[in-house]
């Protein structure tokens, strides 16, 4: 069975999307940016702000489906510029603290002119 994430405690969706599904013992969260639940508007200009607001938003997810960080088994972070990624390190560690495999990569550009994506995978309970 398949089950459909949507709670207000994080972004809508700005596209075909769910926030995450849960299958087969596991949750499959979208990538999230840094936009305000409710609002949608922009959390911040700079790479640390942008970046607690993409964490925030990967714990409503969490919590939405009973979880925490330490159910994340998986992350892959998208970042504008990898420029800034000792800056977005430093704000994920204090999030991610039981280290889940990772990948982050550089990309050209992300939804909104924004500056990180973080999208995860965690063991259900």
């Known amino acids: 069975m398949i089950e459909v994430t949507s ?3 994080a972004p809508a969706a700005i596209g075909p999307y769910s926030q995450a ?3 087969n013992g596991f949750l499959f969260a979208s990538g999230q940016v840094a936009l305000t639940p409710g609002t949608g508007e922009v959390a911040g200009t700079t790479i640390e702000e942008q970046a607690e ?3 925030q938003n990967v714990k409503a997810i969490l919590e ?3 979880l925490g960080f330490e159910d994340v ?3 892959t972070c998208f970042l504008a510029d ?3 990624f ?3 390190n430093g704000v994920y560690a204090r999030y991610f603290t039981g280290k889940p495999a990772r990948s982050c990569v550089a990309v050209r550009e992300l939804p909104k002119k924004l500056l990180c994506e973080i999208e995860i995978i965690a063991v259900c309970k």
């Open 7 to 9: 709670t207000p405690a």
């Open 21 to 23: 599904m849960k299958a």
């Open 53 to 55: 607001r993409c964490c």
């Open 64 to 66: 939405a489906n009973g």
């Open 73 to 75: 088994v998986k992350t």
């Open 82 to 84: 990898m420029g800034d």
């Open 86 to 88: 000792a800056a977005f």
